[in-house]
T-cell receptor, first 115, second 114 residues
């Protein structure tokens, strides 16, 4: 079974600064996807960024980028130029192998952005 | 283009009762998955429906059941409600049962069991 671990229950950042959220995972699969989702108080889970495990290049989406270390099974999210609207709960998630149809989520990291 | 729509938004039920939650997937999506999210926790996979059949199931008892209709919408039914069933129930849709493209989530139904 796959597991996803987010070791930072809470993080904070000043507006316009950069913050990195950590995520590690455990799997025996070789083909999988990794995701970062954002959940604001509105409760809707919003896809921030995704990474295919077979791609060595780290995914980027505007101010959001990942550091994917496949051998270390690490998948961190970097938010640059943080904005007040980035404040939310962030979840790392895994999907792949025999469980391709389901997402396995970490426990989440609450991100606070200070003006 | 409507996203994933869930109803109702909030619901209060009494222990032992039965509840039905509804989900309409994003236009163009044919697969629906349901997740349970306890307060302060990550979502837990309940099951996935594709082509009107349950394709995968997580570690949830048989009290949790579902259905998918020909128009791809879905229902989640929970029987004999327990206090521990209180949670946010999220519906997610995708095109096809694989998640390579990522899921689109609804805003959830907050279920409180008293």
């Amino acid at each position: 079974a796959q597991t996803v671990t987010q070791s930072q229950p809470e993080m904070s950042v000043q507006e316009a600064e950069t913050v990195t959220l950590s995520c590690t995972y455990d799997t025996s699969e070789s083909d999988y996807y990794l995701f970062w989702y954002k959940q604001p108080p509105s409760r809707q889970m919003i896809l921030v960024i995704r990474q295919e495990a077979y791609k060595q290049q780290n995914a980027t989406e505007n101010r959001f980028s990942v550091n994917f270390q496949k051998a270390a099974k690490s998948f961190s999210l970097k938010i640059s130029d943080s904005q007040l609207g980035d404040a939310a709960m962030y979840f790392c998630a895994f999907a792949g192998g025999t469980s391709y149809g389901k997402l396995t989520f970490g426990q989440g990291t609450i991100l606070t952005v200070h003006p | 283009d409507a996203g994933v729509t869930q109803s109702p938004t909030h619901l209060i039920k009494t222990r032992g009762q039965q509840v039905t939650l509804r989900c309409s997937p994003k236009s163009g999506h044919d697969t629906v998955s349901w997740y349970q999210q306890a307060l302060g926790q990550g979502p837990q996979f309940i099951f996935q429906y594709y082509e009107e059949e349950e394709r995968q199931r997580g570690n949830f008892p048989d009290r949790f059941s579902g259905h998918q209709f020909p128009n791809y919408s879905s229902e989640l039914n929970v029987n004999a409600l327990l206090l521990g069933d209180s949670a946010l129930y999220l519906c997610a849709s995708s095109w096809g049962p694989g998640t390579g493209r990522g899921y689109t989530f609804g805003s959830g139904t907050r279920l409180t069991v008293v």
